[in-house]
C-alpha cells in the first residue's frame, strides 16, 4: 500500500493529523522552500493510519514520509528531506 502513495522525483508524501505540531512545523518549511508535498491526514483518509502504523512499527507518528525512491521516515528535519528529494 506504500507504493500507492509514493510521490513523483522531487517532491514527497507527508501523513499527518490535524492537530500535530511537528506536521505543521515541516509544512511551514517544505512551503519556505519551495518543496512540494501531498498532504494527506490519516484520521480522515480510510487505511493510512494503518499504513502509517505498519512504516513506524505499530505506532501512529506523525509526520511520516514517503520519498520519491519508496523509503519512509518519521519526523524528518528539513535537511534530510532536501537531501533525500535530491535528483
Avoid at 5 to 23: A, D, K, L, Q, R
Avoid at 45 to 69: C, R, S
Wanted: with cysteine; charged share 20%.
Amino acid at each position: 500500500m506504500a507504493e500507492d502513495y509514493t510521490p513523483e522525483n522531487g517532491t514527497i508524501t507527508m501523513f499527518s493529523t490535524s492537530w500535530c505540531g511537528y506536521c505543521r512545523r515541516l509544512k511551514t518549511q517544505l512551503d519556505a522552500q519551495g518543496i512540494g508535498y501531498q498532504e494527506i491526514n490519516i484520521e480522515e483518509v480510510p487505511g493510512t493510519a494503518e499504513l502509517v502504523e505498519k512504516l513506524n512499527d505499530g505506532n501512529q507518528t506523525v509526520p511520516t514520509v514517503i520519498f520519491p525512491d519508496g523509503s519512509s521516515a518519521t519526523n524528518p528535519s528539513l535537511a534530510e528531506v532536501q537531501q533525500r528529494i535530491a535528483v
